[in-house]
């Protein structure tokens, strides 16, 4: 494809404050080259939909992000931070201004999910327990979850809610930065559009930048202000949803002119 390594868009990285920058990026597990020469800039305040077929190492890239995959080459800047080189203490400061949201949740089974989004609070802040306590319930409250739900564990809690509850635990510190997961799979569709809808609330009103892994075409639509196509080992293209038709590539092609892309677009 002609120009598939050029980014749409990529005068905005230039004049824009970016969040995060990687470059030339390489993830390998064993002889599996999964990343090879990734770069990509995520802007401040914007939600960024990453998308790419099986494979393509879409949460991959998330966890090396945030630190829990090293990779074998490359540079990660984090709100104008060396992530990869910086020290413990300038490592520990950055980490508390992004939250992260898993697919599965990831919440600590044998605590509530008042102790849950209380867990990151007891960790990075010296604050009274009372305080914190009303800050937990405060981020509980901004999830749309009601107020008991506070005193539940997670295996009491359905699949929406539990993922409203780590939602609610990335958003324990005020983080500037929010990555997600697949944040609407398993969802049915009525659970998935206010999952979306809260999301694009919360950007507003809090000014979130928003790094969000979905195959969800839905959400793509809703709520995102550029996609980023993971293919052949890096980010193919990036650019407003509306011009990934204009990409010729065939699983570019496939993906957002399929049915399911006419259907997100209510062409279907």
């Known amino acids: 494809m002609d120009g598939a390594n050029t980014p749409l868009g990529e005068d905005n990285a230039q004049t824009d404050e970016v969040a995060i920058r990687v470059r030339g990026l390489k993830n390998q597990f064993g002889r599996q080259v999964v990343h090879e020469n990734l770069d990509l800039d995520v802007m401040k305040g914007e939600v960024l939909g990453i998308v790419g077929g099986s494979g393509t190492g879409k949460s991959v890239m998330l966890r090396t992000i945030v630190g829990l995959n090293r990779p074998a080459e490359g540079s990660i800047e984090v709100l104008g931070v060396d992530v990869l080189h910086a020290s413990e203490k300038e490592r520990r400061e950055v980490e508390k201004r992004w939250g992260v949201a898993f697919q599965d949740g990831a919440l600590f089974s044998s605590l509530t999910v008042l102790q849950n989004v209380m867990a990151p609070m007891r960790e990075h802040l010296k604050l009274p327990h009372h305080i914190m306590k009303s800050l937990a319930e405060l981020k509980i409250s901004m999830v749309g979850l009601p107020y008991y739900a506070g005193d539940k564990y997670p ?47 919360l950007q507003r009103s809090l000014g979130l930048t928003v790094f969000m ?13 550029r996609i980023a196509v993971l293919a052949e080992k890096k980010v193919l293209v990036t650019g407003p949803i509306e011009m990934m038709t204009e990409i010729d590539h065939p699983w570019v092609q496939e993906y957002f002119t399929g049915p399911r892309a006419r259907a997100a677009q209510g062409k279907g």
């Open 213 to 225: 892994v979905t195959h969800d075409l839905d959400s793509l639509y809703a709520i995102c202000d």
């Open 155 to 201: 295996s009491e809690l359905s699949g929406g809610m539990k993922k409203r509850a780590a939602l609610a635990r990335a958003l324990a510190l005020d983080p500037e930065i929010v990555f997600l997961d697949e944040p609407t799979a398993g969802l049915d569709p009525v659970g998935a559009a206010a999952y979306d809808n809260l999301i694009g609330e």
